[in-house]
């Protein structure tokens, strides 16, 4: 990022000097006095652009507070969208200095990219339409006409264990998975229950859909940012503990899950170290 800056600065002719000034200033964050986020944008809830262009959820939430922290104010955020199959690379490429888009920790995914927190277990769980029946636990989904999201832990874990047989969509971000179930496209919609209790309680699907109920993996949330770069990972472990806390937490997952009639696990030990 910085070196794109200041490449781009001797590029249109200006001075060395106004290059470095460009890149100059050590802030806590990275030097920068903007600070780019990566959260998704159609999960409400969870992290939602709205139609006159805000930016809500726990998860702008949290990213807001971290960001204070790091010595960014509200204003000096540029939000980017970071769908599910391209965090890893968002982060890898210096897009974004952090992501927090209900991003599972795992394994997999510490091999390219490193993880602060956990901040939030979710669990995957199942929507369907409001009058199903015939779908009350994961293997009846093996006939079924399912949507998930490429690059998601659920995606994964329905391919892996939980409905191997099922006809198994793939989308780009789930709600276009909601569209599809809503006309009938998809049986049913497999991720978080964190992200589809935001759906099944936005005022136009009121009484369209239901959650299952069940709780079919572990889905520990976790800040991405650069793989190794243990410096930032320490500040941002060190923001969520204080905003556990200060009641901060406490205060996000109520505006923003309350209204969702979701219930959330209690607080997660932060536990990311390397
Ligand atoms: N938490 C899961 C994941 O990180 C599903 C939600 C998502 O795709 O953002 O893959």
């Known amino acids: 990022m910085k070196l794109h800056k200041a490449s781009v600065a001797i590029a249109t002719g200006l001075t060395l000097s106004l290059a470095l000034t460009a890149c100059g200033g050590s802030g806590s964050g990275?030097?920068?006095?903007?600070i780019t986020i990566g959260i998704k944008f159609d999960q409400p809830g969870v992290g939602l652009?709205?139609?006159d262009g805000k930016f809500t959820g726990f998860d702008v939430d949290i990213a807001t507070y971290i960001a204070k922290e790091l010595g960014y104010e509200a204003k000096d955020i540029?939000?980017?969208?970071?769908?599910s199959a391209d965090r890893e690379t968002l982060i890898r490429n210096g897009d974004v200095k952090f992501v927090a888009a209900s991003y599972t920790i795992n394994d997999k995914r510490k091999a390219q990219v490193s993880f602060a927190g956990p901040y939030l277990m979710a669990h995957q769980d199942l929507l369907v339409r409001a009058g199903e029946t015939a779908i009350t636990k994961a293997e009846d989904l093996n006939d079924k006409k399912l949507c998930s999201v490429a690059g998601s832990t659920s995606a994964q874990n329905?391919?892996?264990?939980l409905a191997p047989k099922a006809d198994l969509q793939q989308a780009g971000g789930y709600s276009e998975c909601l569209t599809g179930l809503e006309n009938k496209t998809y049986d049913a919609l497999t991720t978080d229950?964190?992200?589809?209790?935001?759906?099944?309680?936005?005022?136009?699907h009121q009484g369209k859909f239901k959650l299952v109920g069940l709780s079919l993996s572990d889905e520990p949330y976790g800040i991405g940012l650069k793989k190794g770069d243990t410096e930032l990972q320490?500040?941002?472990n060190k923001a969520l503990e204080?905003?556990?806390k200060d009641g901060s937490w406490e205060k996000f997952?109520?505006?923003?899950?309350?209204?969702a009639n979701y219930k959330n696990d209690p607080a997660p030990a932060i536990a990311e170290t390397s």
């Open 242 to 244: 204080k905003m556990q």
């Open 253 to 259: 997952v109520k505006a923003n899950f309350g209204p």
């Open 78 to 83: 540029e939000w980017k969208q970071a769908p």
């Open 49 to 51: 652009k709205t139609s």
């Open 158 to 161: 329905v391919k892996d264990k």
């Open 30 to 34: 990275g030097g920068d006095d903007k």
């Open 234 to 236: 320490g500040k941002i």
């Open 193 to 204: 229950n964190s992200i589809l209790a935001g759906y099944a309680a936005q005022k136009e």
